[in-house]
């Protein structure tokens, strides 16, 4: 429909208990529900919905971006249908032809690590709990090395769909949270499959010691995945946000302040 009115709306969720944002048949998926209380409010069979990034099974979202043709509903009318674990943040007409997907110039992510030998009750699902020793200053060697264009295709599963493999990193840094939590910050222009988690998980190999940041720097130029580390699991995985109009995400703000305003993401 050319020229339809185009809605932009900003959600977060709680990624715990979803297969993931992609529909899929017979399991609980974000877009399912989302799309769901769409055609409710807006008394339509099927309200397709774009979205800026794709999250796996477990992973959160507190500035996810999706976009559909269709007049703006009010966010507290969405979120009366969808359950608890889902929020809609803000809604809002753009272009006509604007896509949440395709629009979007950079994506942020965070990814958060409990790093004390004791558990949490309270983190369980929502970081990574890693009881062994982490040398800070090794992490934070890492992610300046990330900063630039590199050829992450180390950092993805052999098996995928990606045909180009280079990303642009804008923004890379370890930050820390009270309660002994470490996050990770990151923004690019695009990410791959599993990018983030095995960027993890092989950061935290050479925070170890069981790999050097000479080693991790070279898995940059396009060594094959065999090479660099294991895949995080996805609980500690967060989108923070997305630009669009070359417009960053992380960059300016100190990263624990992201948090807490991403709803003007």
């Known amino acids: 429909m050319t020229g339809a009115v185009v809605t932009k709306i900003l959600l977060e969720y709680d990624g715990r208990d979803f297969a993931g944002w992609a529909r899929q048949p017979g399991r609980r998926t974000v877009q399912d529900e989302l799309e769901r209380a769409l055609a409710v409010v807006l008394r339509r069979e099927e309200v397709p919905v774009r ?8 992973v959160h979202a507190w500035g996810q971006v ?3 043709e269709g007049p703006p509903v009010r966010p507290h009318r969405l979120n009366a249908l969808l359950p608890d674990d889902i929020a809609v943040l803000s809604s809002e007409t753009v272009a006509p ?3 949440a ?7 942020a992510y965070c990814y958060r690590v409990l790093a004390r030998r004791e558990r949490s009750a309270f983190e369980r699902g929502r970081a990574l709990w890693w009881p062994h020793a ?3 200053s090794a992490l934070d060697a890492c992610a300046e090395a990330l900063v630039g264009t590199h050829d992450f295709t180390a950092f993805t599963p052999t098996e995928t769909e990606h ?9 890379a840094a370890w930050g820390e949270e009270p309660g002994d939590v470490l996050a990770f910050w990151i923004e690019a222009d695009a990410f791959m499959r599993n990018m983030n988690r095995v960027l993890v998980g092989t950061m935290l190999e050479v925070a170890g010691g069981r790999r050097s940041v000479e080693d991790f720097a070279a898995l940059l130029g396009g060594a094959p995945r065999s090479r660099a580390g ?4 996805p609980e500690g995985l967060y989108l923070v946000g997305v630009g669009y109009d070359g417009r960053p995400v992380l960059a300016g703000d100190p990263p624990t302040t992201i948090r807490n305003r991403c709803g003007s993401c």
């Not at 045909?163 to 923004?171: G, T």
């Not at 294991?230 to 699991?233: E, N, V």
């Open 51 to 58: 979205v800026a990034g794709r999250t796996d099974a477990g």
């Open 66 to 68: 999706a976009s559909y």
């Open 97 to 99: 032809g604007f896509s």
């Open 101 to 107: 997907r395709h629009d979007a110039t950079s994506r």
């Open 134 to 136: 982490i040398d800070r």
């Open 163 to 171: 045909v180009r493999f280079e990303r642009e990193v804008r923004h």
């Open 230 to 233: 294991r895949t995080a699991p």
